[in-house]
């Protein structure tokens, strides 16, 4: 699977916009853009995940770069209940089963 | 649905002790995955099952790890014997499988272990 980088940690303050960048320059045409985010004590669950279009749900909006070689996970309006490490992760679809965590981004909102 | 269950969700053992984890996937899902988690490693995948047949357990550490599927919806992580560094949150996950949406895993709340 090829590599991502995201920030260490961000700051979001409570109901502000929060753009969480996700870096893959050596993507390859098959691979999905994956999203989870991991809330203290729990295991990580599933945010959102896309191809080449931009993408939402209830959760959040997924927009990616035209040459998608970046992602932006974007929460629109932060609450206390989203301060999570977020891991951005690339799979090709139908190759194997298992998703690479790397370290993620961890987000703290301050009310 | 209840979700991925998982137990215990707390495990204090000695050092050379038998420890088993379980885990019960979400209905219909036809993988399962164990991971574990520490702080130093981040989130790991040790092995994947499909139908109830092991897929990949080439992250399993060593040979005091094992684990089994005898049923769909049912499956143990053993360590024998254990030690300190085993020590971690061990999480056990499902998926549908089919179609990149089947992709999406859902994760248990993990059993924390510590090795005395």
């Known amino acids: 699977d090829a590599k991502t980088t995201q920030p260490n940690s961000m700051e979001s303050n409570e109901e502000e916009p929060v753009h969480l960048p996700c870096n893959h320059s050596?993507?390859?045409?098959?691979?999905?853009i994956h999203w989870y985010r991991q809330l203290p004590s729990q295991g990580p669950e599933y945010v959102i995940h896309?191809?080449?279009s931009n993408v939402n749900n209830r959760m959040a909006s997924l927009a990616i770069a035209e040459d998608r070689k970046s992602s932006t996970l974007i929460l629109h309006r932060a609450t206390l209940r989203d301060a999570a490490v977020y891991y951005c992760?690339?799979?090709?679809?139908?190759?194997?089963?298992?998703?690479?965590f790397g370290p993620g981004t961890r987000l703290s909102v301050l009310p | 649905d209840a979700g991925v269950i998982q137990s215990p969700r707390h495990e204090v053992t000695e050092m050379g002790q038998e420890v088993t984890l379980r885990c019960k996937p979400i209905s219909g899902h036809d993988y399962l995955f164990w991971y574990r988690q520490t702080m130093m490693r981040g989130l790991e995948l040790l092995i994947y099952?499909?139908?109830?047949?092991?897929?990949?357990d080439s992250g399993m550490p060593e040979d005091r790890f094992s684990a089994k599927m005898p049923n769909a919806s049912f499956s143990t992580l053993k360590i024998q014997p254990s030690e300190p560094r085993d020590s971690a949150v061990y999480f056990c996950a499902s998926s549908r499988g089919m179609g990149v949406n089947g992709e999406t895993q859902y994760f248990g709340p993990g059993t924390r272990l510590l090795v005395l």
């Open positions: 050596t993507i390859s045409g098959t691979d999905y």
């Open positions: 099952f499909n139908n109830n047949v092991p897929i990949d």
């Open positions: 896309g191809l080449t």
């Open positions: 992760i690339l799979r090709e679809y139908n190759y194997g089963q298992n998703f690479v």
